[in-house]
T-cell receptor
């Protein structure tokens, strides 16, 4: 069964700290990986995607991918209270645009001012 | 980036009535769209995959006769909740992927359904 696992949290970090969100996936053949942020009562919005092993940085966000370990993470530097949300990891387990991404259950992040 | 528009954003209906939710891809042709349901503080649950010009594929446990999906064009999929009951109250979200790009899923704004 294709699975994406995330710690549900809540993960609490003080304002200004680094928040580290982790995700593992079951299908070794997975090609692309996405991080979405979802505020309460809103639909998910894309933060970052990553296809290759290593790090990818975009502003305060860094996605890290290790395909050998089947592990992807998201680092949020200088965390702000506005970053408080649920973060969803999603994996494309088939190299097709017509299949749904497989989502983890999300990690709830709380940034304390 | 690609945009998916969902309407209405919020609807209240009486028990026993039907509600239709529309999902449109605005700048790409979506041969496939996806419908999710999310209860408060729960994760996204895939309900069905909507295929243009053919029958939808429902996930296990989702009643196809209750949640009617129509994908009559390359830019529009509709979800009709028939004979709605209070337990159907939820946040319904559609998404679509641009089949030419193999990229992320784009989500509609979601529809908050309340059945009274």
């Amino acid at each position: 069964q294709k699975e994406v696992e995330q710690n549900s949290g809540p993960l609490s970090v003080p304002e200004g700290a680094i928040a580290s969100l982790n995700c593992t996936y079951s299908d070794r053949g997975s090609q692309s990986f996405f991080w979405y942020r979802q505020y309460s009562g809103k639909s998910p919005e894309l933060i970052m995607f990553i296809y290759s092993n290593g790090d990818k940085e975009d502003g305060r966000f860094t996605a890290q991918l290790n395909k050998a370990s089947q592990y992807v993470s998201l680092l949020i530097r200088d965390s702000q209270p506005s970053d408080s949300a649920t973060y969803l990891c999603a994996v494309n387990m088939r190299n097709s645009g017509n299949t749904p991404l497989v989502f983890g259950k999300g990690t709830r992040l709380s940034v304390i001012a | 980036g690609a945009v998916v528009s969902q309407h209405p954003s919020r609807v209240i209906c009486k028990s026993g009535t039907s509600v239709k939710i529309e999902c449109r891809s605005l700048d790409f042709q979506a041969t496939t769209m996806f419908w999710y349901r999310q209860f408060p503080k729960q994760s996204l649950m895939l309900m069905a995959t909507s295929n243009e010009g053919s029958k939808a594929t429902y996930e296990q446990g989702v009643e196809k006769d209750k949640f009617l999906i129509n994908h009559a064009s390359l830019t529009l999929s509709t979800l009709t909740v028939t004979s709605a009951h209070p337990e159907d109250s939820s946040f319904y979200i559609c998404s679509a992927r641009d089949p030419d790009l193999y990229t992320e899923a784009f989500f509609g704004q979601g529809t908050r359904l309340t059945v009274v």
